[in-house]
């Protein structure tokens, strides 16, 4: 599976592990230390992305900055526009390059 399509799926199965607010102010499903710990001990860094703000594990690629030619050349995105690794997992629009070399377009949010 595209490592993309994989950090776009865990990203929407992150919603399920946000913290919502409940009327009365207090935290529904917090985030646990644990994960917080472990997305640290892996190099992440813990913050809010995509259109709902939700808070999430941003992993660092090793690899971030290095060329590439199609997306199994990069632990993360391969950029179509500049052919690098990404740095991390991000959302908004723009073109990475699938394993056939082909670029895509797209805005994950």
Same mark, same amino acid.
């Given at each position: 599976m595209n490592r993309f399509f994989f950090f776009a799926a865990l990203s929407l199965a992150t919603v399920s592990c946000t913290p919502e607010t409940a009327p009365d102010g207090s935290a529904i499903n917090p985030l646990w230390p @644990? #994960? /917080?710990? #472990? &997305?640290?001990? #892996?190099?992440? /860094?813990w913050g809010r992305g995509g259109i709902l703000r939700l808070e999430m594990c941003f992993? @660092?690629?090793s690899d971030a900055g290095k060329s590439c030619a199609k997306a199994?050349? &990069?632990e993360g995105i391969c950029l179509a526009d500049t052919r690098q690794c990404s740095e991390t997992f991000f959302f908004g629009c723009y073109s990475y390059l699938e394993d056939n070399g082909e670029a895509v377009e797209i805005c994950v949010d």
């Open positions: @644990s #994960e /917080r710990q #472990e &997305c640290a001990r #892996e190099g992440g /860094r992993p @660092s690629y199994s050349d &990069c």
